[in-house]
Antibody, heavy 116, light 110 residues
Framework: QVQLVQSGAEVKKPGASVKVSCKAS????????ISWVRQAPGQGLEWMGW????????NYAQKLQGRVTMTTDTSTSTAYMELRSLRSDDTAVYYC?????????WGKGTTVTVSS | QSALTQPASVSGSPGQSITISCTGT?????????VSWYQHQPGKAPKLMIY???KRPSGVSNRFSGSKSGNTASLTISGLQAEDEADYYC??????????FGTGTKVTVL
């Protein structure tokens, strides 16, 4: 079946970087994009950006420009999201989602905690 | 890009119908028929309920329906059931080729 499997929880110190992976299976990876969405504690869903698995084209949320990089490895059908210069308000659950103009398949989420 | 505006909470009794609004601008909701709705229950991944304004994915109950008028989209849940209790988020594609979510609505079944 179609699924996205994300990497495990991370604990990072302020100023560090984190890289979350999202492995796709059950569909042709390069036929879709992958969005990354996060939810901070007590907050709503926030769209972080999107990458085309076909050609690697990206589009990031303006507030994260310069701190986030999304990549894919088509040989392993895996998408990655790297966030740098972490701050306490980056503490959140991070989701990957298969994307056309909507997000129809979601990973289970990766908890990233930023704490000194 | 500002979040789309949703009511913070909506409630209803079992069997009733409720409607959640989602207000944006001509650069997102009003400009494209790419509005989607997601159900998010605690500890779970969000679930796609409606896409392209009014289409239902396979497996989603026909009690869920979507519509749009101008810059405002709406999600209606008819025949409300206890299992519908969750947070609901709208989302839209935008003129910047990005996506934006709504502020979220907590649905309570009384």
């Amino acid at each position: 079946q179609v699924q996205l499997v994300q990497s495990g929880a991370e604990v990072k110190k302020p100023g560090a970087s984190v890289k979350v992976s999202c492995k796709a299976s059950g569909y042709t990876f390069t036929s879709y994009g992958i969005s990354w969405v996060r939810q901070a504690p007590g907050q709503g869903l926030e769209w972080m950006g999107w990458i085309s698995a076909y050609d690697g084209n990206t589009n990031y949320a303006q507030k994260l420009q310069g701190r986030v990089t999304m990549t894919t490895d088509t040989s392993t059908s895996t998408a990655y999201m790297e966030l740098r210069s972490l701050r306490s308000d980056d503490t959140a659950v991070y989701y990957c989602a298969r994307t056309v103009y909507y997000m129809d398949v979601w990973g289970k989420g990766t908890t990233v905690t930023v704490s000194s | 890009q500002s979040a789309l505006t949703q009511p913070a909470s909506v409630s209803g009794s079992p069997g009733q119908s409720i409607t959640i609004s989602c207000t944006g601008t001509s650069s997102d909701v009003g400009g494209y028929n790419y509005v989607s709705w997601y159900q998010h229950q605690p500890g779970k991944a969000p679930k796609l309920m409606i896409y392209d304004v009014s289409k239902r994915p396979s497996g989603v109950s026909n009690r869920f329906s979507g519509s749009k008028s101008g810059n405002t989209a709406s999600l209606t849940i008819s025949g409300l059931q206890a299992e519908d209790e969750a947070d609901y988020y709208c989302s839209s594609y935008t003129s910047s080729s990005t996506h934006v979510f709504g502020t979220g609505t907590k649905v309570t079944v009384l």
